[in-house]
């Protein structure tokens, strides 16, 4: 049957998830930063992740650039994004961070959270000679301990929480819009 309202895609299953993606940019613009010179490094599980989904979509209309780094295993197939094996390489390229949940149970293979943490964490460390104006961001809910450590909570350049403001209002936007303009 045909559906006669508007439909908002805050988030589309393994898909896409829209409303984030557009609340991570409003996010990363209200810390003074210009989107168009935005290098967004995307780091842990890329392959599950309908953020990134959303943010390959969104980087092609407003010209930021995107990079992965995690496990070859959690990569998607055949990606033409750039690629880093080391999260020292990609924080050196990177002005903004964006750090993904490992979905671990999405996996048929198991991975070791040790290698993980080792590898592909932010942490305190990774980020002790990283850029003062970088921005750290992450989508949640978060695996404290495994792709974040608990003290990046603290660190002046964590935006996370200001995702989650942006993320009420970014919704309640669109829909006062769609209600406004349908209703």
């Not at 290098?39 to 209309?61: C, M």
């Not at 964006?98 to 943490?117: C, G, N, P």
Request: glycine share 8%.
């Amino acid at each position: 049957s045909e559906v006669r309202v508007p439909i908002l895609n805050a988030g589309w299953g393994t898909q896409g998830h829209p409303t984030q993606a557009l609340l991570d940019i409003v996010t990363i613009k209200e810390n003074g930063k210009v989107i168009s010179g935005e290098k967004i490094l995307f780091v842990g599980d890329v392959k599950h992740s309908r953020v990134v989904s959303s943010h390959l979509e969104l980087a092609k209309i407003l010209g930021y650039e995107m990079a992965f780094c995690g496990p070859k295993e959690m990569m998607p197939a055949n990606s033409k994004v750039k690629y880093f094996e080391k999260l020292s390489d990609g924080l050196a390229w990177a002005t903004t961070i964006y750090s993904l949940r490992m979905q671990l149970e999405r996996h048929a293979q198991t991975f070791s959270k040790e290698d993980i943490v080792k590898n592909f964490q932010v942490n305190k460390e990774a980020l002790s000679s990283w850029r003062a104006d970088g921005l750290i961001l992450h989508p949640g809910p978060v695996n404290y301990g495994i792709e974040l450590s608990t003290e990046v909570m603290k660190d002046s350049r964590n935006v996370i929480l200001n995702q989650v403001e942006h993320g009420v209002l970014i919704r309640m936007a669109l829909m006062y819009h769609y209600l406004k303009e349908n209703v």
